[in-house]
């Protein structure tokens, strides 16, 4: 079996999502090269629509023009998947981490994310289960509470899971989320009659089911992570 | 069961594909292997590229490809290309370095074809090689197989 797997967390609140696909960029090349152990970045997002590799914005059902009015952005990335939202009350995971060193491949890797959003669902007494074949993510019945889009590059993943603790779900309404036409977006909030804790310590849970689930023994927690890494001076 | 084996044994040798009976995905003999999972079949100074059964495998359900452009200049070693399964796109990866000829345009409508036929249909690039000592930097038939078994024992 392996030696001992290390974790390193990043706690970043809120973060503007191209901050964090320029940060992730950073990390991906850093991670490849070894100068960092695996990363695991734990973030909510402001409002935000985001398109995978395939620019499937059909699926989009505004004009772009009027996101400004709605107070979203747009953004077009190189992760799979179809179209999502993001905002505030949606735990997001961004696993930078060496699937290569694990002998994972994409599936499994996909697999892991879904069951570490199962298992904590499973802590408030929701029974999620993974989509069916084609339908990657992590659903309530016919009610998606999670989704994953990922990027694998060099064995190195960036992108990850968002989960819905609370968000406003009027902003799926302006979307075909994850191109799927007949079925509902949910929530933890709507899902369980349980009292949520605070959401700092609903995204602590997310990091602790993913850091078992992937086998990591050592979890370390990165003193005042900034966008800026270690690496960039302050002019 | 057995005249199962003894069928696909013999199917194997002629094929001259090498069959693992404990159900590892199959490795052709003449063709050379890169460590992200690539393949590559030498002719000359065309190279024919794919991704492997093993990648197929690990990779799941494949839904798009993405292709590069017939000139594009490949690096080996550097990615080229993705392909996308499970909402996970995954850079494909260049063995050799050279100039892209030509592309398997039937993967825009046929992706699948990359799991049901890795090493046939679903091929992904021609490459014009302009250096063919770099192939000794790929493993061979059985070295790319135990090279496959050690990853998947890792976890």
């Known amino acids: ?235 | 069961m057995a005249s199962t084996m003894l069928w696909a044994s013999r199917a194997a040798s002629y094929l001259r594909i090498s069959v693992f009976h404990r159900g590892f995905s199959t490795v052709l003999k003449d063709l050379k292997y890169a460590d992200s999972h690539e393949w590559v079949k030498v002719n000359g100074n065309s190279a024919t590229i794919g991704i492997t059964d093993h990648a197929q495998d690990h990779l799941g359900d494949v839904v798009y490809v993405e292709l590069p452009e017939v000139g594009t200049a490949v690096k080996q070693g550097d990615s080229f290309g993705a392909v996308e399964s499970v909402k996970a796109t995954s850079d494909v990866n260049s063995p050799v370095s050279g100039k892209v000829v030509e592309v398997n345009e039937e993967l825009s409508s046929s992706p699948a074809l990359v799991n049901s036929s890795p090493y046939e249909g679903g091929w992904i690039i021609k490459v014009e090689m302009n250096d063919a000592g770099e192939l000794k930097n790929l493993m061979d038939s059985e070295k790319y197989s135990k090279f496959c078994e050690e990853e998947d024992s890792k976890h």
């Open chain 1, 1 to 235: 079996m392996r030696g001992p797997l290390k974790l390193e967390v990043w706690k970043m609140g809120f973060v503007n999502y191209l901050d964090a696909l320029k940060l992730q960029e950073k990390l991906v090349s850093d991670r490849k090269l070894c100068r960092i152990p695996d990363t695991l970045l734990s973030l909510q997002h402001p409002p935000t629509y985001t398109l995978g590799k395939r620019r499937t914005d059909h699926n989009l059902l505004i004009p772009a023009s009027e996101l400004k009015n709605i107070g979203a952005e747009l953004h077009y990335t190189q992760r799979g998947g179809d179209i999502t939202f993001h905002g505030p009350h949606q735990a997001i995971l961004y696993p930078i981490i060496s699937l290569r060193e694990i002998g994972l491949g994409a599936r499994n890797y996909v697999e892991k994310l879904e069951s570490t959003m199962i298992e904590l669902s499973s802590l408030y007494g929701v029974k999620a289960c993974a989509g069916q074949k084609g339908e990657t993510g992590v659903w309530v019945g016919e009610r998606k509470i999670g989704a994953i889009g990922v990027r694998i590059s060099h064995g190195i993943t960036s992108h990850g899971l968002a989960f819905n603790i609370d968000p406003d779900l009027k902003y799926f309404k302006h979307i075909v989320p994850c191109g799927i036409t007949d079925k509902e977006v949910t929530s933890l909030r709507r899902e369980t009659s349980t009292v949520l804790p605070s959401e700092e310590a609903i995204h602590e849970q997310l990091i602790s089911c993913f850091s078992r689930l992937f086998g990591y023994n050592t979890v370390v927690w990165k003193e005042n992570p900034s966008i800026l890494s270690d690496h960039e001076e302050i002019a």
